[in-house]
């Protein structure tokens, strides 16, 4: 059980720093069926398959925490299986707000860890690495992050500035 309840407490830290897409996580709600032990199966399978740690500098707590939910998660070869052959469709409403006949759109491979997601897991993790090299040196988290993406922010701008 304690499993579970590190899940649990990773299922909060991601579903707040949305480590997962939404659709993710309502397709999670819906095979869980109100089931928390199941949801926080699927979850921890979902962690696995979207590989939540890749983000994150070894050696930190948010490293720990979602390398141990993704080893957990690995075992869970029911909710694996079930996330990777999930599918669902939904009808989309038209302008009006009225269901319009032949909109509906197929959801599949939610949980498939795509080149898209592999290049915005570097991306996070540099600034995380950057953040995680100034709180070595005595920076707060939050200092730190500010420090980090006024930084980004800033050579944004100068890039901006440089096309003109």
Do not use: W
Not at 30 to 44: T, V, W, Y
Not at 151 to 158: I, R, Y
């Amino acid at each position: 059980m304690a499993g579970a309840a590190g899940a649990g407490t990773a299922f909060n830290e991601v579903t707040n720093n949305m480590l997962l897409h939404n659709n993710q996580l309502d397709a999670i709600k819906r095979l869980a069926k109100g089931n928390k032990d199941k949801e926080q199966k699927l979850f921890a399978a979902a962690c696995y398959l979207m590989k939540c740690s890749a983000e994150f500098v070894s050696g930190t707590k948010n490293y720990a925490t979602f390398a141990a939910v993704e080893q957990q998660g690995a075992q869970y070869t029911a909710e694996l299986s079930q996330l990777q052959n999930y599918s669902y469709t939904e009808q989309k409403p038209s302008a009006s707000g009225y269901p319009a006949v032949g909109n509906t759109v197929t959801y599949k491979n939610l949980f498939s860890y795509t080149k898209e997601d592999q290049a915005n897991d570097g991306m996070e993790f540099a600034r995380n690495y950057r953040i995680n090299q100034l709180q070595q040196r005595g920076m707060s988290y939050a200092a730190a992050m500010y420090v980090i993406d006024g930084a980004d922010f800033g050579l944004l701008m100068l890039g901006m500035e440089g096309g003109k």
